[in-house]
């Protein structure tokens, strides 16, 4: 079965520019949570979707947005890409939104903004 | 405060020896689960160990184990008989069981274990 997967797994851009990262869950998952993970640092928080709709937000500024399609795949979108956006974006997803489930994790996208 | 407290950056361990990884958290939710996941150079985070609030014993998973001590808030995760492909960062993290904290898991800097030959 495969896991979720991510891509691109790398890119760069220079800052101003715009991204989107894809993310396809575990089949039958229909949770999508969304962390960056900066170097050096544990992964943040920054969004999760269940069945279409935003049950969470982390604290990042607006230029973060996200969505979730009918098959469960997810969309992060980072406008006016900052030197501090780079970081590796991890994608995790789970069946329910239960606080105990696990979260199963992506290889991640590496996002290097110049 | 910090949610999740590791406070081992780099901890080395010989082969087939045991080792401690530490943690410290801090929620005033009566519920809450802990989570400890694996994260080689690959980037993927893999899932090792749940502990859950009211659980009574301690969690176990084949060489992972977690000592929870509840009223010392601390959820370390012990690793038996270590391999060389156990050398990557390990993180704790946690997950509460309402309001924010009910939807992400907090997670803490990590601890980067090296195995020696």
């Known amino acids: 079965d495969a896991g979720v997967t991510q891509s691109p797994t790398h890119l760069i851009k220079t800052r101003g520019q715009q991204v989107t990262l894809r993310c396809s869950p575990i089949?039958?998952?229909?949770?999508v949570s969304w962390y960056q993970q900066v170097l050096g640092q544990g992964p943040q928080f920054i969004f999760q979707?269940?069945?279409?709709?935003?049950?969470g937000r982390g604290n990042f500024p607006d230029r973060f947005s996200a969505r979730q399609f009918p098959n469960y795949s997810s969309e992060l979108n980072v406008n006016a890409l900052l030197l501090g956006d780079s970081a590796l974006y991890l994608c995790?997803?789970?069946f329910g939104t239960g606080w105990a489930g696990e979260l199963f994790f992506g290889e991640g996208s590496r996002l290097t903004v110049l | 405060a910090q949610k999740i407290t590791q406070t081992q950056p780099g901890m080395f361990v010989q082969e087939k020896e045991a080792v401690t990884l530490d943690c410290t958290y801090d929620?005033?939710?009566?519920?809450?689960?802990l989570f400890w996941y694996k994260q080689p150079s690959s980037g993927e985070m893999i899932f090792l160990i749940y502990?859950?609030?009211?659980?009574?014993q301690n969690a176990t998973e084949g060489r992972y184990s977690l000592n929870f001590q509840k009223a010392r808030k601390s959820a370390n995760l012990v690793i038996s008989a270590s391999q060389l492909g156990d050398s990557a960062m390990y993180f704790c993290?946690?997950?509460?069981?309402?309001?924010?904290?009910?939807?992400?898991?907090?997670f803490g800097k990590g601890t980067k274990l090296s195995v020696i030959p």
């Open positions: 929620t005033s939710d009566p519920s809450y689960g």
């Open positions: 089949s039958g998952h229909k949770s």
């Open positions: 993290a946690m997950r509460e069981g309402s309001g924010a904290g009910s939807y992400q898991l907090t």
């Open positions: 502990q859950g609030s009211y659980d009574q």
């Open positions: 995790a997803s789970s």
């Open positions: 979707y269940y069945e279409k709709e935003e049950r």
